[in-house]
């Protein structure tokens, strides 16, 4: 008898421990790989509204877990100023402001040395003007109440990078709009799988920068107007730096205005490339997929709160769509179908709402587009609402588009 309950308890012991097992796994699946920290509290533009775009964005991603580590205010007293790098896999920087206390200094400088992750987010590249390492680590800058800085200019021209030893200022601003951003380097796995050319929202252009542009690589680059107050050049926009071990990530993208006009890190090329960059500075690879509705050469897309749109609130917006209309969220949606992995089980979740969406509230001309979309994806469960809609005179023609193909096949 002994012997059958030790039996017994053995058996009930095993699927607990694989339960066990099971959740733990799952629980570390779910739990974010790295942990950033983001420094600001001093800045040109406006830190505390892009610093908290840039915690969202980076946590948006479920690859990282950020705290935000704010200084004091400019003037204040900077002395206990000195967060412990060294507790994270990268540091993001948003600061432009007072120096940092001499031993801060050293450990920023170490912890890079040694391998640590490093982001530039925009105007930190105007930082510490003083500061030797510092423009060693973010590559090029610019600085601000200076005539003259020790460098180089950096440009694409002619199909090549140009070095330009010239004496100068570093750094203007070209007015803000939408503008064309290029990869040069499309094997990077920051800009690895990204179009060629791609259309980044509502931002200024950063020209001029300068600085030892050493161990360097451009990314990408932009296009600065010399009738838009630009250089009439190809500037760099994105690129990376090697220091010691330490990998940096530079971006010049990003500027914001307010809390509420945030345009620029609401793009969608903006959130990819500063997610990617992030975790190339942090690991040296890149996992994550291009979204569907990355910007295309020429029109630019953004995600509100920095996230895509569920497919319900996706479906939401296009159930106002009219002709004549932008063909923006119906584009997205057929985007989401055609970059599925097209399986049986994943096209009949977008059938399904579909034909929750023909039974709902919505405009002809959307649902005429949802018609045409099932005419090649749909199975024979559409066949009952398609018969439905032919026989109605505003969405026949579609409808008895969709079912003959349907049928046929």
């Known amino acids: 008898m002994k012997k059958i309950i030790s039996i017994w308890s053995k058996l009930?012991?095993?699927?607990?421990?694989?339960?066990?097992?099971?959740?733990?796994?799952?629980?570390?699946?779910?739990?974010?790989?790295?942990?950033?920290?983001?420094?600001?509290?001093?800045?040109t533009f406006n830190w505390?509204?892009?610093?908290?775009?840039?915690?969202q964005i980076l946590e948006n991603s479920g690859l990282f877990r950020v705290n935000v580590h704010i200084s004091p205010k400019q003037g204040e007293d900077m002395s206990g100023f000195n967060p412990n790098f060294s507790n994270y896999d990268l540091v993001v920087l948003n600061y432009n402001g007072d120096p940092w206390p001499e031993q801060t200094g050293i450990s920023f400088v170490d912890y890079i040395k040694a391998g640590g992750g490093i982001v530039v987010f925009q105007s930190a590249n105007s930082a510490f003007p003083d500061w030797k390492e510092y423009h060693e680590i973010i590559g090029l800058g610019g600085w601000k109440n200076r005539d003259e800085m020790p460098g180089n200019y950096l440009y694409w021209e002619e199909d090549e990078f140009v070095t330009d030893t010239s004496q100068g200022y570093g750094k203007l601003f070209s007015k803000a709009e939408t503008y064309q951003v290029v990869n040069r380097d499309t094997a990077h796995p920051?800009?690895?799988?990204?179009?060629?050319?791609?259309?980044?929202?509502?931002?200024?252009?950063?020209?001029?920068?300068?600085g030892p542009a050493q161990n360097?690589?451009?990314?990408?680059?932009?296009?600065?107007?010399?009738?838009?107050?630009?250089?009439?050049?190809?500037?760099?926009?994105?690129?990376?730096?090697?220091?010691?071990?330490?990998?940096?990530?530079?971006?010049?993208?990003?500027y914001t205005v307010s809390d509420e006009e945030k345009s620029a890190l609401e793009c969608v090329g903006f959130i990819t490339t500063f997610q990617r960059g992030a975790e190339w500075a942090a690991t040296g690879s890149v996992t994550q997929s291009v979204p569907v509705d990355f910007p295309n050469a020429v029109s630019t897309h953004h995600w509100e709160n920095f996230l895509p749109l569920s497919l319900d609130e996706l479906m939401a917006k296009i159930s106002r769509y009219k002709i004549g209309m932008s063909r923006k969220y119906i584009s997205d949606l057929s985007n989401r179908i055609r970059k599925s992995d097209g399986s049986p089980e994943t096209l009949l979740e977008?059938?399904?709402?579909?034909?929750?969406?023909?039974n709902s509230e919505a405009t002809i001309d959307s649902k005429n587009f949802i018609c045409k979309e099932l005419s090649w994806m749909g199975s024979g469960k559409s066949i009952p609402t398609l018969e439905k809609l032919a026989k109605e005179e505003a969405t026949a023609e579609m409808a008895a588009f969709a079912l003959e193909r349907l049928k046929v096949e």
């Open 48 to 55: 505390e509204a892009s610093s908290e775009a840039l915690k």
């Open 190 to 210: 920051v800009t690895r799988g990204l179009p060629e050319r791609w259309m980044h929202a509502d931002d200024i252009i950063i020209n001029r920068l300068k």
């Open 216 to 254: 360097l690589k451009v990314l990408s680059t932009a296009f600065s107007d010399s009738l838009k107050d630009g250089t009439g050049r190809h500037e760099p926009i994105l690129f990376t730096v090697e220091f010691g071990e330490g990998r940096i990530f530079h971006t010049a993208m990003g």
């Open 350 to 358: 977008f059938e399904k709402k579909m034909l929750d969406f023909l």
């Open 12 to 43: 009930l012991i095993i699927p607990i421990v694989l339960l066990l097992t099971s959740t733990l796994f799952n629980a570390c699946q779910q739990q974010p790989k790295h942990k950033v920290l983001i420094v600001t509290g001093q800045s």
